[in-house]
């Protein structure tokens, strides 16, 4: 049993949404056709949930590092890395992708909402990497008491280390790849009571994914939802009308745990099964005290 208070532990925060959001809206270029040599990629914002009102964070810019040689064959795996070895090799080069820099509330973006978070016409090419650079404008809401969020030295910017293979061709030449922020991983809260950023990012495309959807009655009961296997968990918190819902999960079977507060008691769903580019969902869950 994950009690709130552990579970604010755990999650610290959510994951990266625009203060000027652009929510679910696809990228409009899409429609047209791709200049030869080149390709178009749009990077959507993802997030999963965590007990703050607010988590701002302030990017600035987005980049990504393209090898322009022939296509290699590593296996596809998604990591994240603090460091990035930019190489020597001319077939190796950084471009810079199209974004509104400023502050973006993290929390805005749950429940199966996304936004188009960068995007970019772009040499064709695998890309090995990207790299978010933050500003010094970032900070956390928590019981309406704003606090700064820190970050440690060196890490101002966020490097995501790729194999080459993660985006989706969705269309000839166009390309698109969910970045889901982590922040139960990325929010450290210290012994003085400061709270420090160490960005954790999951990657992941629609097509090789499922989710998990459904709708916890009463609002009152203030529920968090665990949704995990052994090999992952995600969270979610309902909107007010207790609708949620949790993407980017690996096909396999899941555990769907309710923790309640305000005396109304926890609900274990099992061997919930997601499909990949299926939603799967549940049936109402009325929580009693």
């Known amino acids: 049993m994950i009690s709130r208070k552990i579970f604010s532990v755990l999650l610290a925060a959510s994951a990266f949404a625009a203060v000027f959001v652009l929510s679910c809206r696809k990228d409009n270029s899409s429609s047209s056709s791709v200049p030869p040599g080149q390709q178009r990629v749009s990077l959507y914002l993802s997030d999963d949930p965590a007990l703050f009102d607010k988590v701002l964070i302030d990017i600035q810019s987005v980049k990504v590092l393209i090898d322009t040689s022939a296509a290699d064959t590593v296996e596809h795996r998604w990591h994240h890395d603090w460091n990035c070895d930019d190489g020597r090799d001319t077939s190796v080069i950084w ?43 970032n900070s956390l809401v928590k019981d309406s008491v704003t606090y700064p969020l820190k970050l440690y030295p060196g890490d101002s910017v966020i490097t995501l280390k790729l194999s080459g293979n993660e985006f989706d061709e969705y269309l000839a030449g166009q390309f698109q790849l969910w970045l889901d922020f982590n922040v139960g991983r990325s929010i450290i809260k210290v012994r003085n009571g400061e709270f420090y950023l160490r960005p954790f990012i999951r990657l992941f495309v629609t097509k090789a994914t499922g989710s998990i959807e459904g709708k916890i009655t009463p609002w009152d009961a203030y529920p968090v939802v665990s949704v995990y296997n052994e090999a992952d968990t995600a969270y979610a918190i309902p909107f007010i009308n207790g609708q949620f819902k949790v993407r980017g999960l690996d096909p396999g079977t899941y555990t769907v745990f309710v923790n309640a507060s305000n005396g109304y008691q926890d609900t274990t769903i099992t061997n919930v099964t997601v499909t990949a580019r299926e939603e799967f969902k549940l049936p109402a869950i009325e929580l009693h005290k």
């Open 95 to 137: 471009e810079d992708l199209s974004i509104r820099p400023g502050v973006y509330d993290l929390l805005t973006l749950r429940n199966g909402t996304d936004t188009l978070f960068a995007s970019g016409t772009i040499p064709k090419g695998k890309i090995k990497r990207i790299r978010i650079s933050l500003g010094t404008n």
